[in-house]
């Protein structure tokens, strides 16, 4: 797996989210509709595919909490099954919605269904109220909260690894907000990346869509990409760089530091058709070496 091209995911690859980015999912459907799920079962939408976007995931707990109370009668699993082979992403969930409640019941849901508030509770779970007021705007939504979710992140990557990785060309990939990943990038050491080396939410298709990834590998003028994540679309999304990119190698790599876990998160990389399976990020140097 030779590579001259670094590019990362943020969460669960060089930040650790589980009490960040996860617990804000939780906590804003509870906060808003007043029930939830277990965390655990943030990672069985994810795993659903289409879920790069945490708002969205929020979006769909929340629709599911909602039809749940209406009489859906689905577990979370057989629920984000049937998502997963609807094509996966919110408007399956959605469409699934629609496809097991009755009129009546499906109207209840969606006049109770606040995006917007679910929204901008995360964004004060996550950034604490100082933080909202500087990226947001205007006053926090709930009453005063204490420090921000996005203090509880620890980092991932060493800076040996950047070190170790100092004669390729790096780049990163993410569905964050810009602002978010600027706060994550300066905590890493990455922060000196320039913009078109930098994609973020607002900057083009979310994954598995591969265009950001390309963008990068174009600016790096790339022979052969390396793509981290922690995530079933990020897999996915270096197999589409590469159908739209054949003129350069692409290669997904999993790490075990996100959602995906233990030999069960390995296998589901492998069955995806991951490169590489990692423990985590700090093992690619040796990856790469090794194949050098």
């Known amino acids: 797996?030779?590579?001259?091209?670094?590019?990362?995911?943020?969460?669960?690859?060089?930040?650790?989210?589980?009490?960040?980015?996860?617990?804000?999912?939780?906590?804003?459907?509870?906060?808003?509709?007043?029930?939830?799920?277990?965390?655990?079962d943030v990672q069985q939408f994810?795993?659903?595919?289409?879920?790069?976007?945490?708002?969205?995931?929020?979006?769909?707990?929340a629709l599911y909490v909602l039809a749940y109370r209406e009489g859906l009668g689905r577990s979370v699993t057989t629920f984000?099954?049937?998502?997963?082979?609807?094509?996966?992403?919110?408007?399956?969930v959605e469409a699934v919605v629609a496809d097991l409640l009755d009129p009546d019941a499906r109207e209840r849901v969606y006049a109770e269904w606040d995006r917007d508030r679910l929204r901008r509770v995360f964004q004060q779970l996550y950034l604490g109220d100082e933080r909202f007021r500087e990226l947001e705007g205007g006053e926090p939504p709930l009453a005063s909260e204490e420090r921000g979710f996005i203090e509880d992140e620890p980092v991932l990557l060493?800076?040996?690894?950047?070190?170790?990785?100092?004669?390729?060309?790096?780049?990163?990939?993410?569905?964050?907000?810009?602002?978010?990943?600027a706060i994550a990038?300066?905590?890493?050491?990455?922060?000196?990346?320039?913009?078109?080396?930098?994609?973020?939410?607002?900057?083009?298709?979310?994954?598995?869509?591969?265009?950001?990834?390309?963008?990068?590998?174009?600016?790096?003028d790339a022979e052969s990409v390396v793509f981290v994540g922690d995530t079933l679309d990020d897999i996915e999304t270096a197999h589409n760089a590469r159908e739209s990119d054949p003129d350069?190698?692409?290669?997904?790599?999993?790490?075990?530091?996100?959602?995906?876990?233990?030999?069960?998160?390995?296998?589901?990389?492998e069955t995806a058709g991951a490169s590489a399976?990692?423990?985590?990020?700090?093992?690619?140097?040796?990856?790469?070496?090794g194949a050098e």
Request: hydrophobic share 40%.
């Open 1 to 40: 797996m030779r590579a001259d091209t670094v590019v990362f995911d943020v969460d669960g690859v060089l930040i650790d989210v589980a009490d960040s980015y996860r617990r804000a999912v939780v906590e804003s459907v509870e906060r808003v509709h007043g029930e939830t799920v277990h965390s655990d």
């Open 46 to 61: 994810k795993n659903a595919g289409g879920f790069n976007n945490d708002w969205t995931v929020t979006y769909a707990v």
């Open 80 to 92: 984000t099954d049937t998502v997963a082979a609807s094509g996966g992403g919110l408007e399956a």
């Open 158 to 181: 060493d800076p040996s690894t950047l070190d170790a990785l100092a004669d390729r060309e790096l780049g990163v990939v993410t569905g964050r907000p810009r602002a978010e990943a």
């Open 185 to 220: 990038l300066e905590r890493v050491g990455l922060d000196t990346l320039p913009d078109e080396r930098v994609y973020a939410m607002e900057d083009g298709p979310g994954k598995p869509a591969p265009e950001t990834l390309v963008a990068v590998a174009e600016d790096a």
């Open 248 to 269: 350069r190698e692409y290669h997904g790599v999993g790490v075990l530091t996100g959602g995906l876990t233990g030999p069960s998160g390995r296998r589901k990389y």
């Open 277 to 289: 399976v990692l423990d985590s990020v700090d093992d690619l140097p040796a990856l790469l070496d």
